[in-house]
């Protein structure tokens, strides 16, 4: 069945640093990829998304690129903030299709020191 | 424009009592969706409901749990004598028709079970 794994948290850097946020996933058929942010105090919202192989996903300088070949969609930065502290949720499902499809990851809390 | 509202946020019961919690989906949106976040696990797709009918509830335990989405009022996910293992954080979501890609969550709900 489909599954996503991604790396395990805490994730701790310093302000301005490098992000990367491992996510690999198995899957059946083309699914679209996702990632999701949780802020402190609230509920999952869409950071980015990438429906086909080779797209890539991008928001709030955040990026992440489907790739078919590793089964990857590595969520990147390339210069944190102290704002960007929060829970990261890799997902895979149908996109146009009942949510009740959609497979999250376990989470990866960062925290950005100042 | 409100998001997906939950109610309570925080929520102690005893083993044995009943927990009722509240999930007021985005205006306009018609479908709510309920997920479980145990301790250091993803979000698990519990229940997808429409106005007044449950359409996949293949992630509901099949006993204790249920839940319903009236035609007026929140939709309610109740769980009847409640075990320690029940602490979660459950969350809900809602979306319009078109599915996935609009997918809106709540700040959920965190039951903890004495």
């Known amino acids: 069945g489909n599954s996503v794994t991604q790396m395990e948290g805490p994730v701790t850097l310093s302000e301005e640093a490098f992000l990367t946020i491992n996510c690999t996933y198995t899957?059946?058929?083309?699914?679209?990829l996702f990632w999701y942010v949780q802020y402190p105090g609230e509920g999952l919202q869409l950071l980015l998304k990438?429906?086909?192989?080779?797209d890539k996903g991008s928001n709030k300088g955040f990026e992440a690129t489907y790739r078919k070949e590793t089964t990857s969609f590595h969520l990147e930065k390339g210069s944190v903030q102290v704002s960007d502290s929060a829970v990261y949720f890799c997902?895979?499902?149908?996109?146009?299709?009942?949510?009740?499809?959609?497979?999250f990851g376990s989470g990866t809390r960062l925290s950005i020191r100042p | 424009n409100a998001g997906v509202m939950q109610n309570p946020r925080h929520l102690v019961r005893r083993r044995g009592q009943e927990a009722r919690l509240r999930c007021s989906p985005m205006?306009?949106?018609?479908?709510v969706y309920w997920y479980r976040q145990l301790p250091e696990e993803g979000l698990k797709f519990m229940v997808y409901?429409?106005?007044?009918?449950?359409?996949?509830e293949s992630g509901m335990p099949k006993e204790r749990f249920s839940a319903e989405f009236p035609k007026e009022g929140p939709s309610i996910l109740r769980i009847q004598q409640v075990v320690r293992g029940d602490s979660a954080a459950y969350f809900c979501?809602?979306?319009?028709?078109?599915?996935?890609?609009?997918?809106?969550f709540g700040s959920g709900t965190q039951l903890s079970v004495l």
């Open positions: 979501a809602s979306s319009p028709p078109s599915g996935s890609e609009k997918l809106f």
């Open positions: 205006k306009g949106h018609s479908h």
């Open positions: 899957a059946t058929g083309y699914p679209s």
């Open positions: 997902a895979l499902g149908p996109l146009y299709s009942s949510a009740s499809k959609i497979i």
């Open positions: 990438a429906t086909k192989a080779d």
């Open positions: 409901l429409q106005k007044e009918n449950i359409i996949d």
